[in-house]
C-alpha cells in the first residue's frame, strides 16, 4: 500500500474552513484515498473517499489533484467538537493480483486539528 | 442497531496472563481487523480476516493470535509472549471487493500489571 505524508498539527478557528493537506505520490491507480479522523480514546470514524474525482458529503469535501499525488481534506465551517486526529489513507479497493494486502486501511501518523474559539 | 462491538471497554490484567479481546459486528461483513494504537501513535495492523477460519498476519503480529469461527467474530487473545501489551486495541470490519469504508468498534484499553 502506498505511504502517505501530512504535518503532524494544524490550527484552525472556528467558524473557518480547515484544509487538511496529504501527499500519497506512490498511489498506484486501483488505490483509493480515505479520511478518517480519531476522537481521544474512540474509534476512529470514517469521513470521506475517493478516486479520483473531487468528493463531497455532509461532513467534509475531499479535493484530489489530477496527478493522485495528493489530496485535501477540506472542512467548511470548522467547530470546536472537529478538534480530532485525521488519518489519511490508501487503500486497496478489491483484490490485489497477489491477494495479499486487499482493502486494509493502513495508518499513519496522522494530522492532530485543533479548533480554537 | 447495526454495528460493530468490543468489550470490555477497559481490561486490567496481571502480567504472564493471556487475555481474550471480544469483537463481534452484525454488518455481515466479510473483513475484520484488529489493531493496536500506543499513546500519540497511529493504529498498527495485527491480524485481519477477510473469510471464516482463514486470516492473515499484519504488521505486528508477534504474541498476539486471531480466530475465525464465525462471520460475526474475530476474537484477539493477547498471550504472555506479547512483550509490551498494553494499549489501546480498536476492531474493524468491511466489505471486500468494494470501494467502502471500514467501520471501527470504540475499543479496548487493556492495561498489564
Known amino acids: 500500500d502506498a505511504k502517505t505524508t501530512q504535518p503532524p498539527s494544524m490550527d484552525c478557528a472556528e467558524g473557518r474552513a480547515a484544509n487538511l493537506p496529504c501527499n500519497h505520490s506512490?498511489?498506484?491507480?486501483?488505490?483509493?484515498v480515505y479520511w478518517y479522523r480519531q476522537i481521544h480514546s474512540q474509534g476512529p470514524q470514517y469521513i470521506i473517499h475517493g478516486l479520483k474525482n473531487n468528493e463531497t458529503n455532509e461532513m467534509a469535501s475531499l479535493i484530489i489533484t489530477e496527478d493522485r499525488k495528493s489530496s485535501t481534506l477540506i472542512l467548511p465551517h470548522a467547530t470546536l467538537r472537529d478538534t480530532a486526529v485525521y488519518y489519511c489513507?490508501?487503500?486497496?479497493?478489491?483484490?490485489?493480483?497477489?491477494?495479499?494486502?486487499?482493502?486494509?486501511?493502513?495508518f499513519g501518523q496522522g494530522t492532530i486539528l485543533t479548533v480554537h474559539p | 442497531d447495526g454495528g460493530i462491538t468490543q468489550s470490555p471497554k477497559y481490561l486490567f490484567r496481571k502480567e504472564g496472563q493471556n487475555v481474550t479481546l471480544s469483537c463481534e459486528q452484525n454488518?455481515?461483513?466479510?473483513?475484520m481487523y484488529w489493531y493496536r494504537q500506543d499513546p500519540g501513535q497511529g493504529l498498527r495492523l495485527i491480524y485481519y480476516s477477510q473469510i471464516v477460519n482463514d486470516f492473515q498476519k499484519g504488521d505486528i503480529a508477534e504474541g498476539y493470535s486471531v480466530s475465525r469461527e464465525k462471520k460475526e467474530s474475530f476474537p484477539l487473545t493477547v498471550t504472555s509472549a506479547q512483550k509490551n501489551p498494553t494499549a489501546f486495541y480498536l476492531c474493524?470490519?468491511?466489505?471486500?471487493?468494494?470501494?467502502?469504508?471500514?467501520?471501527f468498534g470504540q475499543g479496548t484499553r487493556l492495561t498489564v500489571v
Open positions: 474493524a470490519s468491511s466489505i471486500i471487493g468494494g470501494n467502502t469504508e471500514a467501520f
Open positions: 489513507i490508501v487503500r486497496v479497493a478489491g483484490l490485489n493480483a497477489g491477494g495479499t494486502s486487499y482493502g486494509k486501511l493502513t
Open positions: 506512490t498511489i498506484s491507480g486501483n488505490e483509493y
Open positions: 454488518l455481515n461483513h466479510d473483513a
